[in-house]
């Protein structure tokens, strides 16, 4: 069987394993699902790629581009991590502004 060649999803997916603010996303997260404090910082890059992996149930990143399941999978993760970012962003941005 050739090897399945990654494109668009392959590597969006591999800049999000190696986005600081996706790995304390995966901590956050794996704090709440298991109800314990998971320090940030714990997930690293190989771990936001095994997340990844599992949850799309594929051996390879590669396989985001062939797959449908897998890339809609993919997708609604990266759609949850970009709402938690941006709610994150704006409590930040609060914080920030001076009380009036």
Known sequence: ????K???????A?????????RLYLDRASSKKAGVEIPDGT????D???????????????ELDH???AAAKFRQIKG???????????RQQAQEQPAV
């Open 14 to 22: 591999a800049m999000l394993c190696q986005d600081e603010s996706f």
């Open 43 to 46: 997930h690293n890059e190989e």
């Open 6 to 12: 990654g494109s668009y999803l392959a590597r969006s």
């Open 48 to 62: 936001a790629r095994d997340v990844i992996l599992t949850a799309c149930g594929i051996k390879s990143r590669a």
């Open 1 to 4: 069987m050739p090897e399945v």
């Open 80 to 90: 949850h991590y970009q709402r938690w970012k941006a709610r994150r962003d704006r």
């Open 67 to 69: 797959n449908f399941t």
